[in-house]
């Protein structure tokens, strides 16, 4: 058989199975377009829109607005602008808080549960990971009732002499009650003054208020399980050979973890990280069964004002011109991410003490005192 023929004959072979994989792939590629595909697309064009929610979005009474819906969020100057940057100056803190805390607990509760001295390892997996696959709303209205202004949580910091707040019903930020514990109750001119999307830097700079850091607690309590299991995985995956040389070599325990363990767990980070952001930036459904963005707006989320756009108010184009703005933000966010998580490629000066000198070169050593000759006598 010649080249020519055995070239034609694989061809055909890779041709057909490229056939076959296609074939395959059509129905969940079919599913996606309908059900994935097609919203998304219709979604940007009311985000363009002026449709009130009635009839066909692509109907003839459907008119191209442009980026008013956009501008009116973002530089509209009226509660449409004050509303976005009060859910998006709440969201953010909860990112802030709640991806470094879910992360580092869940990787605390990873290294911990492998350990392999630790009995009754599966119990406490088990019992760690239960919350996550708990209902968020039965978890949500279980929140409710321990953070309630008689409820067990003040009723355990009354036993230490701490006066619980109203949890659920406090609008004022963290920082804010610190600053008036030491007797500041508004912040200077230049902080008050200026505003960014209608929030002034002082409530942007107030951290988040009572009531979304218990939703903080409330998301590192259910979401931490989840993120364990992913490092575990990571954590079972790792040779034990550098660990063992870095032993030989004197490395501590905490050294082992920081120079050998955790980089090894970049990719399974990475991961973890992404989720987390991701998850943060869409909290919703805690918000609406909660507080509805009570007290004060003050747990008010974009995903939660792109609903209440929506379905509520009516105001379609604005509802998702918030959805593909929080989207926009997430994708930022990851790509920033994984710079900052990127492997660096080491500097060539660096890399000059790891070649092999060519052969022939003499091996430059240092010379070790040894004993004179009248000692070698």
């Known amino acids: 058989m010649t080249a020519t023929t055995r070239r034609s004959s694989r061809s055909g072979i890779r041709g057909g199975e490229a056939l076959s994989g296609y074939l395959f792939t059509a129905p969940m590629l079919i599913l996606l377009g309908l059900f994935l595909v097609v919203p998304v697309l219709m979604a940007l064009w009311v985000s363009f829109s002026d449709w009130s929610g009635r009839g066909s979005p692509l109907s003839g009474d459907v008119h191209f607005v442009g980026l008013n819906n956009y501008s009116a969020l973002l530089t509209g100057g009226g509660l449409a602008e004050q509303d976005f940057g009060t859910a998006l100056k709440n969201n953010a803190w909860y990112v802030v808080l709640v991806v470094p805390l879910q992360t580092a607990l869940s990787l605390f509760l990873a290294v911990l549960v492998n350990r392999q001295i630790l009995k009754g390892r599966g119990f406490f997996r088990t019992a760690f990971y239960f919350p996550s696959v708990t209902s968020s709303v039965a978890i949500t209205v279980l929140w409710l009732f321990l953070f309630n202004s008689t409820g067990a949580v003040n009723k355990l910091l009354s ?24 007797g500041v109750k508004t912040g200077p001119a230049v902080l008050t003054g200026d505003t960014a999307l209608g929030v002034s830097w002082w409530d942007w700079l107030g951290g988040p208020s009572v009531a979304m850091t218990a939703f903080v607690l409330l998301a590192v309590f259910t979401t931490s399980g989840t993120f364990m299991l992913l490092f575990i995985a990571g954590l079972q995956n790792l040779g034990g050979g550098v660990t063992e040389a870095a032993m030989m070599d004197g490395a501590n325990g905490w050294q082992r973890f920081w120079k050998v363990t955790l980089p090894q767990l970049r990719p399974t980070l990475f991961t973890v990280l992404t989720l987390g952001l991701i998850g943060c930036w869409q909290v919703f459904d805690q918000i609406y069964t909660g507080t509805k963005g009570a007290p004060g707006k003050t747990t008010l989320t974009p995903a939660f004002l792109s609903y209440q756009s929506a ?8 509802g998702a011109a918030i959805a593909f703005i929080l989207f926009m933000i997430i994708v930022f966010f990851t790509l920033v991410q994984r710079w900052v998580l990127a492997e660096r490629k080491v500097s060539k000066r660096r890399m000059r003490g790891y070649e092999v000198p060519p052969s022939g070169t003499p091996i430059v050593t240092p010379t070790q005192p040894g004993p004179d000759k009248e000692g070698q006598r």
């Open 311 to 318: 379905f509520n108010n009516q105001q379609w184009g604005q």
């Open 159 to 182: 036993f230490i002499g701490i006066k619980g707040p109203n949890w659920f019903n406090d609008p004022d930020g963290i920082i804010h009650n610190l600053f008036g514990a030491f």
